[in-house]
């Protein structure tokens, strides 16, 4: 998915929605400060918008460039830009346009002025590993051709960028390892995505309902502040779903039965948070999947046979949970240590006896889908 390149005339092929975008009148790539000599000539009004937003960008709103990659970013011919990808437009092959810019691992630092709107073809936009910061402006709802947004591993902060809801043709959106912050709108579950990153920021919020309308074939959102519970509506991803990761993302329900519909995924992993009650027999049902943690939750019972018994299982981990059962068949599929810390008879590295006891005569609430405190 990520390796998927530059793809630009398969990208285009998909993204185009029906051709040009209205100019908006809060951008204009005129005169302006881009610097445009007289005598130039640009082969479309396209390209000289192109020319405008790439030149403020670089003259405004870049202060550190470390690895010189803008360095080059003179004169009117912004295909010969470095990380500046230019493709024919796919509704009209003799026209050239900016589909791509690619500044990763540039740890450049700046930020993303509003004039990046006036890049109005541009299918892919990735800056991972750089310094960029402050919030992204909201002219780049003018990018309808946008495919893929990879901004991860930046110093971007505020709320979620609502702008990305705007965008009819993205498909994969990376926000990791930023300071994102506050709720993460709905909206964003009944996008057409293929692919959400918003671990390593400081999202907070429960996900809700509608979580399982979103037709991901990955979700990341690890290490945020969530709460409350897995939804049952987890089950309509069934089709669709291949890896999901909610690693310490403060859930404290039960795991619904629901998991067990997840019939194409291969890495389920809520490991670190509060979920509690038995590991459903449902689980069975994930046939694909490859590695599973639960690890570091409040589980109990005995672990279902059948769950180990799944023919891709390779890496099962379920320590520092509240599990008093676990059956032969597990050994092929549990790392070494991968059970320790629960209340399991004859194994190694348990819980005390006097742990298990303690949490047993006072276990978390009944599991229904209630949260608990
Ligand atoms: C970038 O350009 C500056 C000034 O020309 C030079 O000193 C520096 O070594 C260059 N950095 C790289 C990574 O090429
Ligand atoms: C663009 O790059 C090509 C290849 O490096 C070069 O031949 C051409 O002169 C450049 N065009 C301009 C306008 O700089
Ligand atoms: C999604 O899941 C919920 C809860 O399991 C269910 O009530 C709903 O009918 C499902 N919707 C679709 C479209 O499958
Ligand atoms: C199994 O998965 C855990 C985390 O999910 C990881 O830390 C561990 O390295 C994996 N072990 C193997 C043998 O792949």
């Not at 043709?169 to 909206?187: K, S």
């Not at 039965?257 to 389920?268: A, H, I, N, S, W």
């Not at 597990?330 to 790392?335: E, I, N, T």
Request: charged share 20%; net charge neutral; aromatic share 10%.
């Amino acid at each position: 998915m990520r390796g998927a390149g530059f793809l630009l005339l398969v990208v285009f092929a998909v993204a185009v929605a029906g051709g040009a975008v209205a100019a908006a009148a809060d951008l204009d790539g005129g005169d302006g400060g881009g610097g445009v000599a007289a005598e130039w000539r640009f082969p479309s009004s396209r390209m000289r918008d192109a020319y405008v937003a790439l030149q403020t960008w670089r003259r405004e709103a870049i202060f550190s460039d470390p690895g010189n990659l803008t360095a080059d970013w003179v004169g009117p011919d912004v295909c010969n830009y470095t990380g500046v990808f230019c493709a024919p437009l796919p509704w009209d092959r003799r026209e050239v346009a900016v589909a791509g810019v690619d500044l990763n691992h540039g740890d450049i630092a700046g930020y993303l002025p509003p004039e990046l709107g006036l890049l109005a073809d541009l299918a892919l936009l990735h800056l991972n590993s750089n310094r960029f910061c402050g919030v992204l402006p909201a002219t780049l709802r003018r990018l309808r051709l946008l495919h893929e947004l990879d901004l991860s591993n930046n110093r971007f902060v505020g709320r979620f960028p609502e702008v990305v809801l705007d965008m009819p043709a993205l498909r994969f959106l990376d926000l990791r390892f930023n300071d994102f912050e506050g709720g993460v709108p709905r909206q964003l579950f009944d996008r057409p995505l293929d692919a959400i990153f918003l671990n390593h920021n400081r999202f907070r919020f429960d996900l809700p309902d509608n979580f399982g309308n979103s037709p991901v074939s990955v979700i990341v959102l690890a290490h945020n502040s969530f709460g409350g519970c897995l939804p049952a509506s987890l089950g309509n991803m069934s089709g669709t779903l291949n890896e999901i990761l909610l690693i310490n993302t403060g859930l404290s329900s039960c795991l619904p039965p629901e998991v067990g519909m997840l019939r194409e995924v291969t890495v389920f992993d809520v490991s670190f948070n509060r979920l509690a009650g038995p590991l459903p027999s449902a689980v069975a049902g994930m046939r694909k999947v490859e590695q599973l943690d639960v690890a570091h939750n409040l589980l109990t019972g005995a672990i279902p046979q059948a769950v180990c018994e799944l023919p891709r299982l390779k890496n099962f981990t379920f320590a520092y949970n509240f599990f008093t059962g676990e059956p032969p068949s597990c050994a092929h599929a549990v790392p070494r240590y991968g059970d320790r810390r629960n209340c399991l008879p004859n194994r190694p590295a348990q819980r005390t006896l006097r742990q298990c006891a303690a949490f047993f005569a006072r276990p978390p609430h009944a599991c229904s889908s209630t949260v608990f405190p």
